[in-house]
């Protein structure tokens, strides 16, 4: 079995609908990760001892995606020096405004990369976690620089 590189942490199972995308992006680059459940507010053992054990496991990056004003991904960088990209997802205040803040707005000295809300915000954690994966391995960069330039042949020239 791969190494996963990539850790996907949502803090329901009800955010796969979201963070699916993150996790077809990987696939399809051919990233090794593994997606969890983990709630920082429920379960917090498993989640201090998933974020505590992930770099010795191999993990690089981790993509945290919480709803409401949940903060997993805030947490799961006060417990790492891994890169962390938070997803906020939709619902709560204002279809994820409050989650959106809970993730962007961090203290000084633990940070936490921020995506977009939902989906896309997904899909380009994964896609970042790729980039940064990609400085040291040129064969992922190049299959990188191949899913840019097919994302750019897809774009028609004419509307019709």
Same mark, same amino acid.
């Given at each position: 079995m791969t190494t996963p590189l990539v850790g996907i942490l949502m803090g329901s199972k009800n955010?796969?609908?979201t963070m699916?995308?993150?996790s077809d992006a990987l696939t399809e680059l051919q990233i090794p990760h593994?997606?969890?459940?983990?709630s920082a507010h429920r379960t917090p053992a498993r989640h201090h001892e998933y974020v505590s054990s992930a770099k010795d496991r191999g993990i690089k990056t981790i993509i945290a995606g919480a709803?409401? =004003?949940?903060?997993l991904a805030g947490v799961t960088a006060a417990l790492t020096t891994l890169p962390v990209f938070g997803v906020p997802l939709k619902g709560g205040l204002s279809d994820g405004?409050?989650?959106l803040l809970a993730t962007v707005q961090m203290p000084g000295g633990v940070p936490v990369g921020t995506l977009?809300?939902?989906r896309a915000g997904a899909k380009n954690a994964a896609l970042l976690s790729a980039a940064v994966l990609a400085l040291s391995d040129p064969s992922l960069? =190049?299959?990188l620089v191949a899913y840019r330039e097919?994302?750019?042949a897809a774009v028609p020239t004419e509307p019709e």
């Amino acid at each position: 079995m791969t190494t996963p590189l990539v850790g996907i942490l949502m803090g329901s199972k009800n955010d796969w609908e979201t963070m699916r995308a993150a996790s077809d992006a990987l696939t399809e680059l051919q990233i090794p990760h593994e997606s969890k459940v983990i709630s920082a507010h429920r379960t917090p053992a498993r989640h201090h001892e998933y974020v505590s054990s992930a770099k010795d496991r191999g993990i690089k990056t981790i993509i945290a995606g919480a709803g409401m =004003a949940a903060h997993l991904a805030g947490v799961t960088a006060a417990l790492t020096t891994l890169p962390v990209f938070g997803v906020p997802l939709k619902g709560g205040l204002s279809d994820g405004l409050d989650s959106l803040l809970a993730t962007v707005q961090m203290p000084g000295g633990v940070p936490v990369g921020t995506l977009a809300v939902g989906r896309a915000g997904a899909k380009n954690a994964a896609l970042l976690s790729a980039a940064v994966l990609a400085l040291s391995d040129p064969s992922l960069d =190049a299959r990188l620089v191949a899913y840019r330039e097919s994302m750019s042949a897809a774009v028609p020239t004419e509307p019709e």
